[in-house]
């Protein structure tokens, strides 16, 4: 069964810096991966999607990377605001499941 | 769009009651997902349907638990007795697709069961 980590769980940085957040997944059998966010007492938004045949997405200022082979996907946040604090989750999604990881519970602060 | 719809948004029941979550996917969706989120176990995939059929029911936890998608734009969860374990949130997802394209999230409803 695949598992889906993220560490560290919690990260708090201030305002501005260039940061990283890790996703690992045991399967490199996946169709995508996905990024997404959550803010307390919220569903989740998604932010950005790789597709298995892609190695990175970008929007805005979160650029999504992906290497099947070392089971590993980063998602970086350039300078960071304090309106990026929230939890960041990813998901990896095979052929019958999505698998989703704990979250990273980022703080930005100003 | 409107987005994914949940209703009600807050639901507190008693113990041994009947409790009917309901979601509206995003229109021209095929797949619809529910999700259980609790701090203990993080997000948990319960059943997902693909053009109203369920598909994959091996989240769901116990019998008490039933879902339904009579038509393209809604579904139920339904937690027959409720229990205090069953407290969490409850979300409905929804894509066009299932390699290509985003899940997208409703806002959930939060079950405290007392």
């Known amino acids: 069964k695949q598992e889906v980590t993220q560490i560290p769980a919690a990260l708090s940085v201030p305002e501005g810096e260039n940061l990283v957040l890790n996703c690992s997944f045991t399967d490199s059998a996946i169709y995508n991966l996905q990024w997404f966010r959550q803010d307390p007492g919220k569903g989740l938004t998604s932010l950005l999607l790789?597709?298995?045949?892609?190695r990175e997405q970008t929007s805005g200022r979160l650029n999504a990377s992906l290497d099947k082979s070392s089971g590993r996907s980063t998602l970086y946040i350039a300078a960071s605001q304090p309106g990026d604090s929230a939890t960041y989750l990813c998901?990896?999604?095979?052929?019958?499941?999505?698998?989703f990881g704990t979250g990273t519970s980022l703080t930005v602060i100003p | 769009d409107a987005g994914v719809i949940q209703s009600p948004r807050h639901e507190v029941t008693e113990m041994g009651q009947e409790v009917t979550l309901r979601c509206k996917p995003i229109?021209?969706?095929?797949?619809l997902f529910w999700y259980r989120q609790t701090m203990m176990r993080g997000l948990e995939l319960l059943i997902y349907f693909n053009n109203n059929v369920p598909i994959d029911d091996s989240g769901m936890p116990e019998d008490r638990f039933s879902a339904k998608m009579p038509n393209a734009s809604f579904s139920t969860l339904k937690i027959q007795p409720s229990e205090p374990r069953d407290s969490a949130v409850y979300f409905c997802?929804?894509?066009?697709?299932?390699?290509?394209?985003?899940?997208?999230f409703g806002p959930g409803t939060r079950l405290t069961v007392l």
């Open positions: 997802a929804s894509t066009r697709g299932w390699t290509y394209n985003e899940q997208f």
């Open positions: 998901a990896a999604a095979d052929r019958n499941q999505f698998y």
């Open positions: 229109s021209g969706h095929d797949y």
């Open positions: 790789i597709q298995s045949s892609q």
